[in-house]
């Protein structure tokens, strides 16, 4: 969901993000720049990552016999690599995919909410209006996004792509419920009065 950081914490053999770029390499061999890129989009309707975890990472799981790299020339001085998921790596994930998850999502545009009556509930209640406007126009993309996926047979579960699929659902039911959220939230600030949650901003 997009404004959530991922929780990059470690689990007995590997980290959330490592697991998160095996994923994305069984989609094919991937240079770091392009994980990059796919980090941002599907991955990115609900977890993020920085460029500058990626590589670090990525030098991890080729240490661990996760992933093999081939050098080629790049565009500039430095060789290009790209990486492609091992059979270890491949095992690895089946194994981490059907283990509960126990890291929990953070985000800090709850957590301000948690403090709101701690600062100007103007400039609050403008916060959230501006969330809430974020979100819409969100949620108009993603559902763009899945209405081409569904035209191309992606909600099929026997689809290649039906992951991508899945993830983008998530992040089109997560902006329509920040949506309502934040509409509220802002609503109960800027009127400092209870608002029933779900009521039409007054």
Known sequence: ???????????????????A????????????????QQVKAPLGHFWTARHSQIYPEL??????????????????????????????GLTALRAWLVIPPTAQPRSEITLKAYAATSADPVAMAALYTDLAERSTRLLAEYEQDAARM??????????????????????????RVVHRWALWLASCLRTGRPVPYGEPPG
Do not use: C, H
């Not at 994923?23 to 994980?35: D, E, F, I, V």
């Not at 799981?61 to 998921?85: F, H, I, N």
């Not at 569904?150 to 039911?173: C, S, T």
């Open 1 to 19: 969901m997009a404004g959530i950081e991922g929780d990059d914490s470690a689990t007995t053999s590997g980290s959330t993000l490592g697991y």
């Open 59 to 88: 030098a991890r799981l080729s240490a661990a016999g996760w992933v093999d790299s081939v050098e080629q020339a790049g565009p500039g001085p430095r060789a290009k690599k790209t990486y492609a998921v091992t059979a270890a």
């Open 21 to 36: 770029l095996l994923s994305l390499l069984t989609r094919g061999p991937a240079t770091g720049y392009q994980l990059t």
């Open 150 to 175: 569904r035209a191309a047979g992606q909600d099929d579960p026997g689809n290649p792509r039906f992951g991508n699929y899945a993830v983008l659902m998530m992040g089109v039911e997560s902006q």
